[in-house]
């Protein structure tokens, strides 16, 4: 069973299309990390996110906590080739002490 | 800067047999991590240590071993190998301290690829 689940599992579009992803969890969380990983490589942080109702904006991607630290969103615009990669979710308990991963979205994007 | 590094890279074990994996952090953080990824399960949390001389269990432990005598260096064991145990590996090293808001990041190594024959 995930306690992280994520949507969808896969995503292929086009360069310039824009989409979104998913991460849901029945559990509450005191934060919630973006990371993206590229084959052969350990994941990268692309952001953490604190508050319900958060959104933060990283270039062309914008995050956003759900307002009850459930769940997150991850939106990107005109999407590019160099956005493909593995993008995985990352629920915080105890204020750090415990990182759960959901099981990713695998993204490509076709120029 | 080094970060974080992990060896070997690939190791291809039979049933039975044992090996070490080894990580280092040249960043001197308190916490390390033992995660093994899964095509499609996200990364599963093994061990983790808050600091040299502490470890704890993760999700995952059973037929893994940890041990942190220092800052730096945190090797996972693997004793009597089996199948179930292919997997890629990743440590991963965290600064900040229990109780903060907003966890800081985690740095990752390249990865470990094991398979059990």
């Known amino acids: 069973t995930q306690l992280l689940e994520q949507s969808p599992q896969f995503l292929s579009i086009q360069e310039g299309e824009n989409l979104t992803v998913y991460c849901n969890s029945s559990?509450?969380?005191?934060?919630l990390q973006w990371y993206r990983q590229e084959p052969g490589e350990g994941p990268v942080l692309l952001v953490t996110v604190v508050t319900g109702g958060e959104v933060k904006k990283l270039k062309r991607l914008t995050f956003q906590f759900g307002d009850a630290r459930k769940d997150s969103s991850l939106h990107i615009t005109a999407a590019q080739p160099g956005d493909t990669g593995l993008y995985l979710c990352?629920?915080?308990?105890?204020?750090?002490?415990?990182?759960?991963f959901g099981p990713g979205t695998r993204l490509s994007v076709l120029p | 800067n080094a970060g974080v590094t992990q060896t070997p890279k690939f190791r291809i074990l039979k049933i039975g047999q044992s090996m070490t994996l080894q990580c280092a952090q040249d960043m001197n953080h308190n916490y390390m991590y033992w995660y093994r990824q899964d095509p499609g399960m996200g990364l599963k949390l093994i061990y983790y240590s808050v600091g040299a001389g502490i470890t704890d269990k993760g999700e995952v432990p059973n037929g893994y071993n940890v041990s942190r005598s220092t800052t730096e260096d945190f090797p996972l064991r693997l004793e009597l190998a089996a199948p179930s145990q292919t997997s890629v590996y990743f440590c991963a090293s965290r600064s900040g301290t229990s109780g903060s808001v907003g966890a800081g990041e985690l740095f990752f190594g390249e990865g470990s690829r094991l398979t059990v024959l």
């Open positions: 559990s509450v969380f005191s934060s």
């Open positions: 990352a629920g915080v308990r105890n204020y750090g002490q415990n990182f759960v």
